[in-house]
């Protein structure tokens, strides 16, 4: 690299330590040079990554470089690597398939789909690191144990029942699809004589060596740590991508959980003749005909949205992705643990669709009016069109079409629900009012974040906010409630983008009148690629001027 590197070059030297601190994120999104590799969970492991973050920050700070939309992204992604790192949350966290590190590698490494012989040999290579990287773990708990940064005893259990849950399937996960030539041999010996003991030894670790150790339900969240409440100001702004404190935002989910009870009344009247909107909620909560008969009826339903919002997004979009998407259920040995629904984005060579999961566990208590919203959300013209016309950009640095900033990709599906509503995609007026039970989920994530991690709520006053305000089942609630405590801040980000895209929506509206063309503002949105929230900002009064 050059003494005055350019933003490009800063992109990508980051970008090489974003994919060693998720290698397996990296095969997903097809950043090469890791494919082999699980992270090194090791304390040495994070003071390198921490050394890149801290090289490349301080050049993009100096830099004159024109390309100030890149130099914006690589200093964001700068400041939230050393906030994650300086956090700690390796050693705490253990239990969430998308925040904690063992749960997260059981959740994504047999999702992999190996393509070709070196793809196979890598595949190997990772299933070879298994136990070093569980031992590693197992280290870096006990570090963090010693050091007081304990993780929540509840969570622990979680951990625990995942890995006998992943060990109970058969065929195991890891052993499928099949490999060829003498490499599925050698995958079925290395998975008897090395993995499967490693998986067996961290379960038992975690037994004997951090069960029993952990945070009551009492004090769940990261201000009952020391320097806690400061990490998860710094985890908020990594998240929001902006400066509001965690009070602030506090206080912005509570106001708009206050103007969302005038559509509950409005669609509470018109379905059940009820426009009280605790008992129309309530009804929502307890009426058993509006919740799934089964996993297949829950499947069908996903896909017929996706397939009706594909149909009508030209005359919304001046692009669409070439890649398809497809709905499937989550795997079963991750239902208990994972979100109720989440998308995975496709193969750069086309081996692999954008995948849309919805999460059948306990398919018969989850709701059925909320499918179409989750549905316009995670796939289109949601999660799936803005990281496809990410992925399908010319010109532009691989930081910026590959790695996710929450507030801008959640903050993008959220607006995508309710721009649902204006393409007239809704099949009716029940699952409008699941649009609505949506948006007072998001607000709620305000509340309930910055409660338990800033204002020391307990776990049950979590709990007890959802219940009241939100439209979820018990099992949701409790699931919901387990993600926020173990994945700091990340909640911020759907309702923080969400109000900030409408914001550059409406200026834009009135500053071009008659001359604003929804195709357009979409199409300056999206085609930049995943940006901080102050960037987008620019890029849109730029566009709006020109």
């Given at each position: 690299m050059s003494e005055q590197p350019t933003a490009a070059e800063l992109a990508d030297e980051l970008l090489d330590a974003l994919a060693a601190e998720i290698p397996l994120m990296a095969t997903f999104d097809d950043i090469p040079g890791h494919d082999h590799e699980l992270r090194d969970v090791s304390e040495a492991g994070d003071a390198r990554l921490r050394e890149v973050a801290v090289r490349v920050g301080e050049r993009a700070a100096r830099s004159t470089d024109p390309d100030w939309v890149t130099l914006g992204v690589v200093a964001h992604h700068a400041e939230g690597l050393l906030a994650r790192l300086d956090s700690g949350k390796i050693e705490f966290i253990v239990a969430d398939p998308?925040?904690?590190?063992?749960?997260?590698?059981?959740?994504?490494?047999?999702?992999?789909?190996?393509?070709?012989?070196?793809?196979?040999?890598?595949?190997?290579?990772?299933?070879?690191?298994?136990?070093?990287?569980?031992?590693?773990?197992?280290?870096?708990?006990?570090?963090?144990?010693?050091?007081?940064?304990?993780?929540?005893?509840?969570?622990?259990g979680n951990a625990i029942a995942h890995v006998d849950r992943f060990l109970a399937v058969e065929p195991n996960a890891l052993l499928t699809p099949p490999l060829t030539g003498d490499r599925e041999t050698r995958r079925e010996r290395l998975f008897a004589e090395k993995v499967r003991p490693a998986l067996v030894?961290?379960?038992?670790?975690?037994?004997?060596?951090?069960?029993?150790?952990?945070?009551?339900?009492?004090?769940?969240?990261?201000?009952?740590?020391?320097?806690?409440?400061?990490?998860?100001?710094?985890?908020?702004?990594?998240?929001?991508?902006?400066?509001?404190?965690?009070?602030?935002?506090?206080?912005?989910?509570?106001?708009?959980?206050?103007?969302?009870?005038?559509?509950?009344?409005?669609?509470?009247?018109?379905?059940?003749?009820?426009?009280?909107?605790?008992?129309?909620?309530?009804?929502?909560?307890?009426?058993?005909?509006?919740?799934?008969?089964?996993?297949?009826?829950?499947?069908?339903?996903?896909?017929?949205?996706?397939?009706?919002?594909?149909?009508a997004a030209p005359g919304w979009f001046r692009r669409t992705p070439s890649a398809e998407c497809v709905v499937r259920a989550v795997p079963a040995?991750?239902?208990?643990?994972?979100?109720?629904?989440?998308?995975m984005t496709p193969a750069g060579d086309g081996s692999r669709p954008g995948v849309y999961y919805t999460n059948t566990y306990r398919v018969e208590e989850r709701f059925r009016f909320i499918a179409e919203s989750v549905a316009f959300h995670e796939a289109v013209p949601g999660h799936h069109f803005q990281a496809c016309t990410a992925h399908e950009l010319d010109g532009v640095p691989a930081l910026r079409k590959l790695v996710p900033l929450s507030a801008f990709d959640e903050g993008w599906a959220l607006y995508t629900e309710r721009l649902a509503d204006e393409m007239g995609l809704y099949s009716d007026d029940l699952m409008r009012l699941g649009m609505v039970a949506e948006d007072s989920l998001r607000a709620a994530r305000l509340v309930v974040d910055t409660g338990l991690h800033a204002l020391g709520w307990t776990r049950q006053q979590c709990v007890g906010y959802l219940t009241e305000h939100c439209v979820l089942s018990d099992v949701e609630v409790q699931s919901e409630t387990d993600r926020y405590i173990e994945w700091p801040g990340q909640a911020l980000s759907y309702m923080t983008g969400r109000l900030e895209i409408q914001r550059l929506r409406a200026l834009a509206e009135e500053r071009l009148g008659e001359a604003f063309d929804i195709r357009d503002f979409h199409d300056v949105v999206l085609r930049h690629g995943q940006v901080p929230l102050p960037v987008l900002g620019e890029i849109v009064r730029e566009w709006i001027e020109s």
């Open positions: 998308m925040a904690a590190e063992g749960a997260g590698m059981l959740s994504w490494l047999p999702q992999l789909a190996p393509s070709g012989e070196q793809a196979e040999e890598d595949y190997l290579a990772r299933m070879a690191a298994i136990p070093g990287f569980l031992a590693g773990l197992g280290d870096r708990y006990r570090a963090g144990i010693a050091a007081g940064r304990t993780p929540v005893e509840r969570a622990v030894a961290y379960r038992d670790m975690l037994a004997r060596d951090v069960a029993g150790r952990g945070r009551p339900d009492e004090q769940p969240g990261l201000c009952w740590l020391e320097g806690g409440k400061e990490s998860y100001t710094r985890l908020a702004r990594t998240h929001t991508t902006t400066g509001i404190t965690p009070e602030e935002l506090h206080e912005t989910g509570l106001e708009l959980g206050r103007a969302l009870e005038e559509e509950y009344r409005l669609l509470g009247t018109a379905l059940f003749g009820e426009d009280d909107p605790i008992v129309v909620r309530r009804r929502l909560r307890t009426d058993p005909s509006l919740c799934w008969r089964d996993a297949d009826e829950m499947v069908t339903t996903a896909a017929e949205a996706v397939a009706r919002a594909t149909a040995s991750e239902g208990p643990s994972a979100a109720q629904a989440y998308y």
